[in-house]
């Protein structure tokens, strides 16, 4: 636990990736199998699972320091976090002097032992007992572990490295391809010692991993500078489609279909696994999931999608209203062959093959399932801008260029796939509510709520938004609004409604759940309207227009 | 909650006013006579005619208000008679020369706290405990998040940190005033002979400090660095308003830490993008707060700065002490202010 303890404060630490890489390679080199598969696990978000909620660790807490509830909670809102919280106000409790015992406290337990049997076992307890045993287990830790201990139980457990960085480090401990390792993670990672090791064994030939889909490729956000130099002939444009990716495999071992965020999400889509099943064996398609009616010439928009996502066995009448289709833009396995390291250009050539035998064997009423992402071509850049235009008819995000030679890389690797995504819309809106954020942002109003214009001059709520503003605007805005604060409720406070923004945002629709009549896609700010009056915002009429306009 | 009317002290549109002596306390105005309970830039403003603040701190009051002022300087202990008041200035622990205000007449005593600490700290006068009816204290880490380890022991931690990174340099941010020279009064204390280098805004306030005989290490002004000067294994003192400057573009390969009662939280540390934070802080903490509450056996309690709403409430509900915040402004130092570091301008 102490090298984990130490190893969390080496990352929390610094922002330099290469120092994060070298404590974490250096971590997964000297401790035990069992302890850097956990340790693997924590660091990729996995093992968020809540063992003790944060209320009642604050339960727990609060009854050996005989502080009042309003306490702890003015104590929360500075900190913005209950582990830590919880954590610090321990610090306080009446019998602090009395020398902890540290032999035989357990904290030199490994890791392993901490998250296989320490932890669980306080969970398992009720009560009294549970209180004692979290009491005695805290009063053995020294202030940083606590806060360690206290993340491991209530699930918040959360350092700044990426799953990639994780990835790499892993693969450079263990003298690995990183794409190999990435690949053995695919599709989860149950910590063992075993697991750990199969994770970390020499590349074998013939390795079997029948069971696992293959790690997405990315693309990065468009820069033309870097391809302007080049043919715009040498590039695939398709749309880039607003669904969610997914891989849909044919294997021997039956067919799945997982999403990027590596969930297996057969049984959301059973008409998509009734399609692979049409496919011969050995195939993997890399592709969107998306809800599009067979004769329709778009697809639906993402609400329409949100509302097959996370909802096991999907009814009937759920099915034919929002029918799910998987459109393929890649063929990532054919035939049992790995085809990542061909170019692109062959990929789709197999592709557009594989569909065309699929059509002669699905029956027409299922033909719309399994489509091809269409494919342009585009002889100036200059017409760039005005292509990527036309994807919002198509209810796509915008586009994506890949180069025609490109092999189908693991992660984001820049210079062969490019995003380049629609302009966002926008609206100026007035600030209307504030509230504090969480975590580093605790005690500065950063959640913000803007209104706009009904016919009668008055404001209505219409969306919220988090990011957009720099640390200096935020500082700024946050004592603007405790200086013009008009009312509060709870941890909200409504200001004087002066403060115009322009926010941007990726799509708008009718909704019946908010006052305003409509919900925008992914609000944030991107401008802070200093030049604008309130009066000048935008009303609820030009929104209508903007969504009429789109519809 | 305005103080009532008739008092000994009165909130005036200029800040704390002794109308038996025709005195501020640490007036956000310029007034003809202000009493000073230390020389941080919110609590001693230019323009007044008179000042009247411990000798200790002069040299840093003319460094940062001019060195032109008027300033009475008194000592500890002192008893004074400014017009019907008795007044007295007694030590605060806060940084050097800093001071509790005790004003008394027609029977009525009060104690203004200033800013202040409990903990033992080698670079000013240890805080004396101080007995009035009606005390006046700061608020600022007043929540029981926040319990401070001693300066040592923190002094300790920064010099491993430092030690630890023999192939760069290490930049510690402290604020210019006080707490700089704390750090080094306490690494001096762990036998740090090595010379330190300082950022200009700290450099400036290091002679009061050499004169009141506080030992520290040797130490530079950056800007009489040499160029090219290999800066491994250095440590450079600066204050916060200069991270991420411009200034500091030798220390780009820079280990960096932040020295501070704000680095309690680690979120707070997030937010500014510092390494490390070391939680050093020169006001009390909650332990603090209480005990010096309770100490100063007043029956009327008055917060400000900083967590004022939270302490007054627990005095009243959990200690059963009449205590009320006092609206006003009472900047408390925050964790984004950098106004009490950046130097006198």
Not at chain 1, 115 to 129: C, F, K, T
């Amino acid at each position: 636990m102490h090298a984990f303890a130490s190893l969390f404060q080496q990352l929390d630490g610094t922002s330099s990736t290469s120092a994060k890489l070298e404590a974490l390679n250096a971590y997964f080199q000297s401790v035990p199998a069992a302890d850097a598969a956990w340790a693997l696990a924590l660091l990729m978000g996995k093992r968020r699972k809540r063992l003790i909620t944060g209320r009642r660790l604050r339960e727990i807490c609060l009854a050996v320091t005989g502080l009042p509830e309003w306490l702890f909670e003015a104590c929360h809102a500075q900190v913005g976090d209950s582990a830590e919280t919880v954590a610090l106000v321990w610090q306080q409790r009446p019998d602090r002097s009395a020398t902890p015992n540290q032999a035989g406290t357990g904290l030199e337990q490994s890791l392993a032992q901490w998250m296989e049997q320490r932890l669980p076992a306080l969970a398992a307890l009720q009560g009294n007992e549970q209180a004692e045993a979290v009491q005695a287990c805290w009063r053995c830790l020294p202030a940083d572990q606590l806060l360690l201990v206290n993340k491991l139980l209530s699930g918040g457990f959360r350092v700044g490295v990426s799953t990639g960085l994780v990835t790499r480090a892993v693969a450079r401990s263990a003298g690995l391809e990183e794409a190999l390792v990435a690949h053995r993670l695919m599709g989860g990672f149950t910590p063992s010692a075993e697991a750990f090791a199969a994770l970390t064994a020499a590349a074998g030939h013939g390795e079997d991993l029948s069971a696992k889909p293959y790690p997405f490729f990315l693309a990065s956000p468009l820069e033309l500078g870097q391809l302007e130099h080049t043919s715009p002939e040498s590039w695939q444009l398709e749309w880039k489609w607003d669904g969610i990716r997914g891989q849909l495999i044919h294997r021997a071992g039956g067919c799945s279909l997982w999403s990027r965020g590596e969930e297996l999400i057969n049984e959301a889509f059973p008409e998509l696994i009734a399609l692979a099943e049409l496919l011969p064996q050995g195939t993997a398609l890399d592709g969107e999931v998306i809800v599009w009616h067979g004769d329709a010439e778009a697809p639906e928009s993402f609400a329409s999608l949100q509302r097959r996502l996370g909802r096991k066995a999907p009814s009937r009448s759920l099915q034919r209203d929002c029918p799910a289709a998987f459109v393929a833009y890649d063929l990532l396995e054919h035939q049992g062959t790995d085809l990542r390291q061909q170019p692109l250009q062959q990929r789709r050539a197999l592709l557009e093959q594989l569909h065309q035998h699929w059509l002669q064997q699905a029956d027409t009423a299922s033909s719309g399932r399994l489509r091809l992402s269409a494919t342009q071509s585009l002889q100036r850049w200059s017409e760039l801008n005005e292509r990527r235009d036309q994807a919002r008819p198509q209810r796509a995000e915008g586009l994506m260029l890949k180069a025609l030679d490109s092999p189908y890389l693991v992660g984001r690797k820049r210079g062969h796939w490019w995003k380049h995504k629609l302009e966002p819309l926008r609206l100026d809106a007035v600030l209307l509510y504030a509230q504090a954020g969480s975590g580093k942002r605790a005690n500065l109003y950063t959640d913000y709520s803007f209104g706009l214009w009904n016919g009668e001059g008055a404001l209505v709520t219409f969306a919220k938004a988090y990011s957009g503003l720099d640390d200096g605007e935020i500082r700024q805005l946050d004592r603007w609004i405790r200086a013009h604060t008009t009312e509060r409720f709870g941890p909200v406070r409504a200001v004087e409604p002066l403060q115009v923004f322009e926010l941007a945002f990726e799509g708008i629709q009718p909704s019946k759940r908010h006052k305003c009549g409509f919900a925008v896609r992914f609000p944030r700010i991107s401008r802070w309207r200093t030049d604008k009056p309130a009066s000048e915002a935008d009303s609820l009429a030009s929104a209508r227009a903007l969504m009429e306009q789109l519809a | 909650m305005p103080l009532a009317p008739g008092g000994l002290l009165q909130l005036s549109p200029e800040g704390l006013y002794c109308p038996a002596a025709q005195a501020w306390i640490d007036p956000w105005r310029p007034v003809p006579r202000a009493l000073i309970t230390h020389a941080h830039a919110d609590h001693a403003r230019p323009g007044c005619g008179e000042y009247w603040a411990i000798g200790a701190s002069e040299g840093i009051l003319r460094e940062r208000l001019g060195a032109e002022i008027t300033l009475l300087p008194v000592d500890y202990g002192q008893l004074h008679r400014i017009g019907a008041a008795r007044v007295s200035f007694h030590a605060a622990g806060h940084v050097l020369g800093s001071a509790q205000i005790r004003l008394e007449a027609g029977g009525e005593s009060w104690l203004v706290s200033g800013d202040y600490k409990r903990c033992a700290d080698p670079s000013c006068e240890p805080f004396e405990p101080v007995q009035a009816d009606v005390l006046i204290s700061e608020a600022t880490f007043g929540l029981p998040i926040y319990r401070w380890q001693s300066g040592a022991e923190i002094a300790a931690e920064i010099l491993a940190w430092w030690r630890s990174a023999p192939d760069r340099p290490s930049v510690l941010f402290a604020y210019a005033f006080g707490k700089a020279q704390r750090v080094l009064a306490e690494l001096h204390r762990l036998g740090v002979s090595d010379e330190v280098l300082l950022h200009g805004a700290v450099e400036r306030l290091m002679a009061p400090y050499r004169q009141a005989g506080v030992a520290m290490p040797p130490t530079r002004p950056l800007a009489e660095l040499e160029r090219g000067a290999d800066l491994s294994g250095r440590l450079l003192i600066a204050p916060p308003a200069a991270h991420r400057s411009r200034g500091l573009g030798r220390f780009t390969k820079a280990q960096n830490g932040f020295v501070s009662g704000w680095m309690a939280v680690r979120g707070a540390r997030h937010r500014r993008g510092y390494g490390r934070g070391f939680v050093m802080s020169d006001h009390a903490d909650w332990s603090g707060l209480l005990q010096s509450v309770r100490e100063s056996r007043a029956q009327q309690v008055y917060v400000t700065h900083g967590q004022s709403n939270v302490l007054a409430r627990y005095l009243r509900e959990v200690e059963g002490i009449n205590a009320e915040p006092l609206e006003g402004h009472f900047e408390a130092e925050r964790f984004d202010d950098e106004q009490a570091t950046a130097p006198a301008s």
